[in-house]
């Protein structure tokens, strides 16, 4: 099943937050409707033309923590976990027709509710990576949910890598996940309670130059700044932008749909069973 949410976590030491985000996936139309052709292998009168538009991610802040200093990083964790099974708990119970599980289309086989969770494991990240490791493995049973577990370590050079399920991400990048897609409206932070709080360090960041290197750099303006919410919430935002899966999605006759390049939008409802259907007809719009 697509993921829905992705969890993000900064952890901080002694005297810094620890800040955990949750992002939220929201599909929108953009641009002009545009008519499609199926079938343009076929004979003109068995081809299928339809109208469609263009479907874009786009991103809702729904939550956003910051931990009391001095909480042990065990019950960090432990709290993270029970986030990771709300939020399964949540998108289950919105597609009660197919017992927890949305088909992309008809000939995916069902598969179980993923939420995204992304951590900063340098610093003390690495040893809480451990501990949420443990965690997840004593306190979720299988695929419930299924994690989609990306590590990152943030680095000050200018390239990207992956290698054995870890992500090494320039900073640069990171943060220019987050203040991209909010200058660009694509991230919609809710009524939150630290919502003025992250608002004031996205205003107090700035892209620096070394004149000597030439190396740029997001930084707070001035020395000694909490950066732990705005870090958090770009950690989601990079996620989703770079490390989960991305499909291409169209609307079509009021439904958000995968698209699908061998089987247009109305044939495979056509042809899907009932409940896909009806899990179909509740696709979530922005």
């Known amino acids: 099943m ?5 969890v993000s976590a ?30 343009g292998h076929l004979p003109h009168h068995r081809r299928i033309y339809e109208t469609r538009q263009d479907v874009e991610q786009h991103y809702d802040l729904v939550r956003l923590d910051r931990v009391p200093l001095r909480t042990s990083y065990t019950k960090i964790a432990g709290g993270i976990v029970t986030l990771l099974k709300e939020l399964h708990r949540k998108q289950a119970e919105e597609a009660p027709d197919v017992s927890g599980q949305v088909l992309a289309h008809p000939r995916d086989p069902g598969k179980p509710v993923t939420v995204g969770l992304a951590i900063d494991e340098g610093g003390v990240g690495k040893a809480v990576r451990d501990i949420l490791i443990k965690e997840m493995l004593e306190k979720i049973e299988t695929d419930s949910p299924k994690v989609r577990f990306m590590p990152v370590t943030v680095h000050g050079g200018a390239n990207a890598s992956y290698s054995g399920g870890f992500y090494h991400v320039p900073k640069r990048d990171l943060v220019s996940a987050g203040f991209v897609a909010y200058q660009n409206r694509r991230l919609r932070v809710g009524d939150l309670t630290w919502r003025g709080v992250l608002e004031e360090e996205l205003k107090n960041y700035r892209l620096k ?17 909490h950066d732990d919410l705005l870090f958090a919430v770009c ?11 991305v499909k291409k999605y169209i609307a079509h006759k009021n439904h958000i749909l995968s698209d699908l390049s061998e089987m247009p939008p109305s044939a495979a409802l056509q042809h899907a069973p009932g409940a896909v259907s009806r899990a179909w007809s509740r696709a979530r719009r922005g």
């Open 209 to 225: 130059q070394n004149l000597a290197t030439g190396h740029a750099a997001f930084e707070p303006l001035r020395d000694g700044q």
């Open 235 to 245: 950690l989601g935002c990079w996620a989703w932008e770079q490390a989960v899966p």
């Open 2 to 6: 697509d993921i829905r949410y992705v």
């Open 10 to 39: 900064d952890f901080g030491q002694t005297f810094d937050y620890t800040t955990v985000a949750v992002t939220e996936r929201r599909l929108v139309e953009v641009g002009e409707p545009y008519q499609f052709v199926g079938g």
